[in-house]
């Protein structure tokens, strides 16, 4: 079968000692960032896009990538359980049983299951995107200009709905497009918004915005935000396995999350977070005994990470298969195709199935080193949360200065970095989501060349844009997305409110002492 | 009103005029020399417009609701008044205003350095310029600490110089070059 020898390929490149080891570096590197609350991984992607295009492997890059990404989401979780500080926003939900279950001496259970969640998810994740992938990819290559501009107001669109408030994610969207637009005109040689800087000619380099944007402004945020002195302190974690009622309570959890979290990762904009909410909401609701939510229930921390995790192979769907990226990370990985000259959309599975698949079969052993990783080494994560802010940060200053003006030894970009950085901070403050912005900056050309090319041919007729049923009905399906996110925006956030609402438990519940709740099972 | 409450409001203000003059400027992009079915100024000027659109709802949505909480109350706008003449400068209690300032002035430094650090990287150099800004941030941050500030500096960035000039990144060398 082409997918078994195409993973099989994929294997053989993945499993080389080279790309073993740079698998194991994007791990250990996703961990550790993943750790640390604020830099997450699309800035730290951003910040190594300058090193990979000198070093100038693309397969190596992505493995490394995806290392970082998988990595992220694991290591966010370990310090929600353990000190309440989730590293990424997607391990908030971790937090609300995960930390609980640690101050009753069960943070190793919690830990275990977790990791071993993501570990299914990721694994389950990997083997829906193989499957779903080289399918809509034939679906794809029927599509037009049209289809594909719709296609991409579709995503856009959705990135909005879901993406915080709309109207503010809408703004740093048309921001983004707008400065998408600086540059030359490729077809008339028309300098746009240049101001007579020769430096714009060819556009804002989007590798430079994107540092800005995300690693500038989170170290003007942390280092101006006032800071508390001294580390978190850590519960001990105790035995790091599942005994068989904690593994029977986690099986429904694991495989529930793992699907949830997969197809909410495909819709552009949704993302981890909003999966692992709507899971817990899931668990909650589904669950005999919903009152232990809140107090240390093993199916809160389950599902949640099962999500979390899959949601990130769900989103490389559009990115690998459509070139439409749906979320800062896969926006800065559109970036990095872009940057290393490879066609992104429904070719790049045919015309780098290499790269896709090493990038595939990497992501299983990614999921595998990351087990192996985060168990054993828990104490030395939580005590990387101790490193002084007021040294990490000014070294992350300095990466991203050393990254912008590695690209064209250029003092101008890092002025432009600057400019970004600042940008991003005040966007940031004002409650702005960031990543509309960078998409739509990536995605304009993208989105002009569409356009052009449905209008040529047929003397400007606009008409063409609604001739197309397929075209009419992605409009269609766009509007009531649209419809939709109110009504799943309602949802979310009646999901989190549910998660922090504890329902009254049965008085015969409340009488026997729930330090052991997990252990003994319900009652 | 909170100094994050004031920042917003002034900023969500801000949006509109700027995005107004994104729009002008988008409409004054020249004609191509030769016809063609989309001009290079369409597409810019559709989004500023949209952008404009998107400024206008942002900022509807800020001010609209705290005119109306103004309007619904004009009695606390003059005890308002007094608590805002006795109140610091900056925020409703002493705590926020002493934060706002703290954080605007940490901003300022971090910003005027980080500015230095670029206008300094190729007369200095990077090792010079790279470690300088660590030492200068690290020690305004946590003052007590400079001599480990400074050899972590030293280390760290004379690391970071060799790994990346190892994996064929040109690094300037300002006053360290050779003659």
């Known amino acids: 079968m082409d997918l078994l020898s195409n993973l099989t390929e994929g294997f053989q490149a993945a499993l080389s000692p080279q790309y073993l080891l740079i698998a194991f570096v994007g791990a250990v590197l996703g961990t550790f960032i993943g750790v640390l609350p604020g830099l997450g991984p699309s800035a730290t992607i951003s910040i190594l896009l300058p090193v990979v295009f000198a070093i100038g492997d693309p397969v190596g890059a992505f493995i490394l990538f995806g ?366 989501p960031l990543a509309p912005l960078l998409l739509g900056l990536i995605l304009e050309p993208l989105l002009e060349v569409q356009f052009r090319r449905s209008l040529s041919g047929v003397g400007g007729d606009w008409s063409i844009f609604v001739q197309s049923r397929l075209t009419l009905g992605i409009y269609a399906a766009t509007v009531l997305f649209l419809v939709g996110t109110f009504f799943l925006r309602r949802m979310a956030i009646r999901a989190a409110e549910h998660a922090l609402v504890e329902p009254h438990a049965p008085a015969e519940a409340e009488a026997t002492p729930d330090h052991d709740v997990n252990e003994k099972g319900p009652r | 009103m909170t100094p994050a409450k004031r920042f917003e409001l002034a900023f969500t203000a801000a949006l509109v005029p700027i995005s107004v003059l994104i729009f002008w400027q988008t409409s004054h992009i020249g004609a191509p020399v030769r016809q063609l079915e989309v001009s290079p100024r369409m597409v810019p000027m559709i989004l500023a417009g949209l952008l404009v659109a998107c400024a206008l709802l942002v900022a509807a949505e800020c001010w609209l609701p705290w005119l109306r909480a103004r309007a619904a109350h004009p009695g606390i706008e003059k005890q308002g008044h007094a608590a805002v003449v006795e109140a610091p400068l900056f925020g409703d209690s002493e705590d926020e205003g002493v934060d706002d300032s703290v954080s605007k002035r940490t901003l300022t430094v971090i910003t005027v350095v980080f500015l230095a650090a670029i206008f300094a990287l190729e007369p200095l150099g990077f090792l010079v310029t790279a470690t300088a800004l660590v030492f200068s941030l690290s020690t305004y941050l946590a003052p007590r600490f400079f001599i480990r500030n400074a050899v972590v500096s030293v280390v760290c960035i004379a690391l970071v110089s060799l790994l990346f000039r190892e994996l064929g990144v040109h690094l300037p060398d300002g006053i360290l070059a050779l003659p």
């Open chain 1, 67 to 432: 290392g970082i990404y998988m990595g992220g989401l694991y290591g966010g979780s370990t310090t929600a359980i353990l000190v309440n500080t989730p590293g990424e926003p997607s391990s908030v939900v971790a937090a609300l049983d995960g930390h609980q279950m640690s101050k009753k001496g069960l943070a190793g259970p919690a830990l275990a299951a977790a990791a071993i969640g993501s570990f299914i998810a990721g694994t389950l994740g990997t083997i829906g995107l193989m499957s779903i992938a080289e399918p809509l990819v034939d679906v794809a290559l029927r599509f037009g200009p049209t289809e594909y501009l719709a296609l991409l107001i579709f995503a856009l669109t959705a990135v909005v709905g879901l993406g915080g408030r709309a109207s503010r994610a809408a703004f740093s969207l048309f921001l983004g497009l707008v400065i998408g637009t600086v540059g030359i005109d490729f077809e008339s040689s028309q300098t746009r918004l240049t101001y007579g800087i020769p430096e714009f000619f060819d556009g804002i380099n989007f590798v430079v915005a994107a540092m800005g944007l995300f690693a500038i402004s989170e170290v003007l945020l942390a280092l101006a935000a006032p800071r508390q002195e001294g580390g978190p302190t850590t519960a001990k974690t105790g035995r790091l396995y599942l005994n068989r009622d904690e593994w029977r309570r986690s099986r429904g959890p694991w495989l529930r999350g793992s699907v949830l979290g997969f197809f909410v990762g495909i819709l552009p904009g949704a993302g981890a977070t909003i999966a692992s909410f709507m899971s817990y909401s899931v668990e909650k609701s589904l669950s005999k005994t919903p009152w232990r939510f809140g107090r240390g229930a093993i199916e809160g921390v389950a599902g949640p990470e099962a999500a979390n995790n899959a949601s990130s192979s769900g989103s490389l769907v559009p990115l690998l298969v459509l070139g439409i990226p749906g979320s800062a990370t896969t926006a800065v990985m559109l970036a990095a195709f872009q940057g290393f000259g490879i066609q992104t959309g429904p070719l790049l599975l045919r015309d780098n199935a290499y790269l896709v698949w090493a990038l595939i079969a990497s992501l299983y052993i990614g999921n595998v080193m990351l087990i192996i990783l985060n168990l054993p080494l828990i104490g030395l994560w939580v005590r990387i949360l101790r490193t002084p802010v007021e040294l990490l940060y000014p070294l992350i200053l300095v990466v991203c200065i050393l990254g912008a003006y590695s690209l064209n030894s250029s003092v101008f970009d890092l002025y432009v970095l600057a400019a970004f950085g600042l940008l991003g901070y005040l966007l940031r403050k004002a409650d702005f």
